[in-house]
């Protein structure tokens, strides 16, 4: 026979091995480079707020209390007490001196709508000195 008729004898190499080991590598690189691009950056830096379940001492603390009509009350000392408009808590605020830190404790029925709410805090959002506590129930209980 001729020997030029007769496919000529392939040369096994440890390279032609590796080629599809190459190609599944970076069709998984291009997959994580991609879907690492999902996630959007935030445009800007935001710190985010803390809380605690300190106990606050409530002695020397301005109590301010606001029921479910959006009534608000001031140092309310007995059932004597009477209403007063978001005005007159700004004036309030307003006489207090501007130097020392104030703490102020505020009781928020459960039931008052966000504009209500906004209506006090805006009273007092003029005072950088206000340290303002606002209360909740612990677990269900007062």
């Given at each position: 026979?001729?020997?030029?008729?007769?496919?000529?004898?392939?040369?096994?190499?440890g390279d032609e091995n590796l080629i599809p080991l190459?190609?599944?590598?970076?069709?998984?690189?291009?997959?994580?480079?991609?879907?690492?691009?999902?996630?959007?950056?935030?445009?800007?830096?935001?710190?985010?707020?803390?809380?605690?379940?300190?106990?606050?001492e409530n002695s020397q603390a301005i109590k301010i209390i606001i029921n479910q009509q959006g009534e608000i009350f001031l140092n309310q000392t007995g059932a004597t007490s009477h209403a007063i408009s978001p005005q007159a808590l700004s004036e309030y605020f307003n006489q207090l001196p501007s130097a020392e830190p104030t703490k102020v404790s505020?009781?928020?029925?459960?039931?008052?709508?966000?504009?209500?709410?906004?209506?006090?805090?805006?009273?007092?959002?003029?005072y950088p000195q206000l340290s303002i506590n606002l209360h909740t129930r612990n677990g269900g209980r007062d």
């Open positions: 026979m001729n020997r030029n008729l007769l496919p000529a004898a392939k040369k096994i190499s190459i190609n599944i590598v970076f069709l998984l690189l291009i997959f994580f480079m991609v879907a690492g691009q999902f996630k959007t950056a935030q445009s800007g830096a935001v710190q985010l707020p803390s809380s605690s379940q300190s106990k606050v505020l009781y928020a029925d459960q039931n008052l709508s966000a504009a209500q709410l906004h209506l006090a805090l805006g009273a007092m959002a003029n």
